[in-house]
């Protein structure tokens, strides 16, 4: 069946539309197509591929570079295109799609300064700050991609499992170790990005934590916490508390994932609690940024040290 209806799709003619062709995509050319903005559409780098994209359809560019609308072409195979490189995990299926659609035109290749680096987001909360806690993982995936990194970004889309804390660990467990070991040799970072409670005020209480014993994850979450420090309203006594990683199903999960797990608590700063937490603004540009840096700075330590 699968063969029958790959051979079929190359002779649907719609435009926008995209199927397999000799193991290449193809993409019909729209109104004001050029190469660069068919590649970019693709998440595939148009200055790296552009010769390529030339020899494989120079029947059908007129002039030398234009397209002609309507026609399909093919793209070049780019194992690196932003499509490939920033994923979305959706559990429980484990359905893994791309995590950008047409917000892929918009991304830029900036460096090569986390080339290697595997970073994997989870999203987690109660269900009432999704927006904002996705916003966060979304933008930060875009800017560790543009910089190089593999992104995967791990949401939960049933409410049941999320209120079930060991068949949700292993549901992490499972989606994560299976995409580590394709990695394996390469740095590679776990961050779960945790939120309870409505985010109803102007600031946020942040606190870090790792298990015992990862120094890799202690050390993300180290250069996060002095990150934020630098930009918090109040330091609190941070602390990297354990508490967090000791309840049953977070226990497992430190326990048997295999990428260094650091966790962002993210909760109100209304909280009577403050030992061990940073007070931000909620601003998600902000957060997001200052994240990034802290990614940043873990990978070019490791870089120095080794």
């Given at each position: 069946m699968s063969r029958r209806f790959l051979f079929f799709s190359t002779i649907i003619f719609l435009s926008g539309h995209l199927w397999a062709q000799d193991s290449l995509l193809t993409v019909v050319a729209e109104?004001?197509?050029?190469?660069?903005?068919?590649?970019?559409?693709?998440?595939?780098?148009?200055?790296?591929?552009?010769?390529?994209?030339?020899?494989?359809n120079e029947e059908h560019i007129k002039n030398?570079?234009?397209?002609?609308?309507?026609?399909?072409?093919?793209?070049?195979?780019?194992?690196?295109?932003?499509?490939?490189?920033?994923?979305?995990?959706?559990?429980p299926s484990g359905d893994e799609t791309s995590l950008f659609g047409t917000e892929l035109a918009k991304l830029d290749l900036k460096s090569e300064e986390?080339?290697?680096?595997?970073?994997?987001?989870?999203?987690?909360?109660?269900?009432?700050?999704?927006?904002?806690i996705s916003t966060i993982a979304t933008n930060l995936a875009s800017r560790l991609l543009v910089?190089?990194?593999?992104?995967?970004?791990?949401?939960?889309?049933?409410?049941?499992l999320q209120k079930n804390e060991m068949a949700l660990s292993q549901q992490y467990v499972d989606a994560v170790n299976k995409r580590y070991l394709?990695?394996?040799?390469?740095?590679?970072?776990?961050?779960?990005?945790?939120?309870?409670?409505?985010?109803?005020?102007?600031?946020?209480?942040?606190?870090?934590?790792?298990?015992?014993?990862?120094?890799?994850?202690?050390?993300l979450a180290d250069n996060l916490e002095m990150i934020f420090a630098k930009n918090s309203k109040k330091v609190v006594a941070v602390e990297n508390s354990q508490d967090v990683l000791k309840k049953k199903?977070?226990?497992?999960?430190?326990?048997?994932?295999?990428?260094?797990?650091?966790?962002l608590y993210i909760s109100d700063s209304k909280n009577k609690s403050k030992e061990g937490k940073l007070?931000?603004?909620?601003?998600?540009?902000?957060?997001?940024q200052m994240i990034a840096k802290g990614m940043f700075q873990d990978y070019a330590d490791l870089e120095i040290k080794e």
């Amino acid at each position: 069946m699968s063969r029958r209806f790959l051979f079929f799709s190359t002779i649907i003619f719609l435009s926008g539309h995209l199927w397999a062709q000799d193991s290449l995509l193809t993409v019909v050319a729209e109104s004001g197509d050029g190469i660069f903005s068919i590649l970019r559409k693709q998440g595939v780098h148009p200055k790296k591929y552009y010769e390529t994209f030339l020899k494989l359809n120079e029947e059908h560019i007129k002039n030398g570079s234009e397209l002609k609308e309507g026609w399909a072409y093919k793209i070049p195979d780019a194992p690196d295109s932003f499509k490939k490189m920033g994923r979305a995990i959706s559990l429980p299926s484990g359905d893994e799609t791309s995590l950008f659609g047409t917000e892929l035109a918009k991304l830029d290749l900036k460096s090569e300064e986390l080339k290697g680096a595997v970073y994997y987001l989870i999203v987690e909360d109660s269900g009432q700050n999704q927006d904002f806690i996705s916003t966060i993982a979304t933008n930060l995936a875009s800017r560790l991609l543009v910089n190089g990194a593999k992104v995967y970004v791990i949401k939960v889309v049933d409410g049941a499992l999320q209120k079930n804390e060991m068949a949700l660990s292993q549901q992490y467990v499972d989606a994560v170790n299976k995409r580590y070991l394709k990695n394996q040799g390469k740095y590679q970072r776990l961050l779960l990005l945790r939120s309870n409670g409505t985010l109803q005020g102007k600031n946020l209480d942040l606190a870090f934590y790792h298990h015992d014993g990862s120094n890799e994850g202690q050390r993300l979450a180290d250069n996060l916490e002095m990150i934020f420090a630098k930009n918090s309203k109040k330091v609190v006594a941070v602390e990297n508390s354990q508490d967090v990683l000791k309840k049953k199903g977070n226990l497992f999960l430190a326990k048997n994932i295999l990428p260094a797990i650091t966790v962002l608590y993210i909760s109100d700063s209304k909280n009577k609690s403050k030992e061990g937490k940073l007070i931000v603004r909620k601003d998600q540009k902000a957060l997001t940024q200052m994240i990034a840096k802290g990614m940043f700075q873990d990978y070019a330590d490791l870089e120095i040290k080794e």
